[in-house]
């Protein structure tokens, strides 16, 4: 019996903005689907400015006959706003939601009617009943702009008491991190599954971007392997599959409810760590 079909399998895509864009993630959904996964979800941008592309992308893995989760955040957003989005949402057919407060695009002051994610939580309650399985965010190594380690984890209880049914992780590579949040989340009687969120490593200079700016860590075993690869891509991606791999069973081996992966709108990485993985 393998791994991954007990497990849950989900992967996220961001909405293409060219019409290649469209074609390509077509092709790369296609090949996921043999992941047979849970759901697929759908990012949104910055104050709501990719939403029309978050929802024709979700449009297009209905039409798949897949389930699609949309992405909803608060920045920006009124409550007119997004009553009007969890109908379309609902008439379109979509059962799931990733409920995120969001980046506040630069420029942009706290705009809107929303200050935390759990607001918005319990608004989608109020509004929708139990129309929707609600996902929410998850730091295990503290999200970035919080004040504390225990008021971060205050923040993602207020998310669970305001209603949502489970959560996704920011990514990270330290297995130990996310089994500690999970126990945090076990102590105060938070009776809700935390599913890793999985970045696989493809590129060295991306994810260096990437995690400096959402308080992801690379460990420093992984960020002077990365480097000393310079742009040898072929040994970047060798590596990044073990490394991902391992992480992968470390966390299924000790309990994870299933793997949530954040394709970049590719397909390799996930396919191989999935077959690595069975």
């Known amino acids: ?21 469209v074609e390509k993630l077509h092709q790369v959904r296609k ?23 978050t929802f024709n992308t979700v449009r297009d893995i209905l039409a798949e006959g897949q ?30 939601l990733v409920t995120l407060r969001g980046d506040l695009p630069s420029g942009y002051g706290t705009g809107g009617e929303f200050h935390y994610a759990s607001d918005l939580v319990s608004f989608i309650r109020d509004q929708s009943g139990d129309d929707f399985h609600i996902e929410v965010a998850a ?35 330290n297995a130990d991190a996310y089994f500690r949040f999970v126990e945090d989340v076990d102590a105060l009687g938070l009776n809700v599954p935390v ?12 994810l260096m971007r990437f995690s400096d700016a959402c308080g992801a860590e690379i460990p420093r075993w ?15 991606k060798a590596f990044g599959l073990d490394v991902v791999t391992d992480l992968c069973q470390q966390l299924l081996a000790g309990g994870a409810p299933g ?6 709108n590719h397909s390799n990485a996930v396919l191989q760590i999935c077959q690595r993985l069975e």
Do not use: W
Request: with cysteine; aromatic share 10%; charged share 15%.
């Open 1 to 21: 019996m393998s791994h991954t079909s007990k497990k849950h399998v989900s992967i996220e895509f961001f909405p293409p903005k060219t019409p290649e864009g």
């Open 31 to 53: 090949q996921l689907y043999a992941l047979k996964p849970e759901f697929c979800s759908v990012t949104f941008g910055a104050g709501g400015s990719t939403q029309e592309g």
């Open 67 to 96: 389930s699609a989760a949309s992405h909803l955040s608060c920045i920006g957003a009124t409550r007119a706003t997004v009553a009007a989005q969890l109908v379309t949402l609902k008439t379109m057919g979509v059962k799931r």
């Open 139 to 173: 730091y295990p190594e503290v999200h970035p702009q919080a004040k504390s380690p225990a008021s971060d984890l205050q923040a993602f209880a207020a998310k669970v008491k305001a209603g949502a049914n489970s959560a996704i992780t920011q990514y990270f590579y």
């Open 195 to 206: 599913v890793p969120g999985i970045m696989p490593i493809t590129s060295s200079t991306q």
């Open 222 to 236: 992984i960020r002077l392997r990365l480097q000393s690869f310079g742009d040898d891509s072929a040994s970047i």
């Open 259 to 264: 793997l949530h992966f954040y394709s970049m």
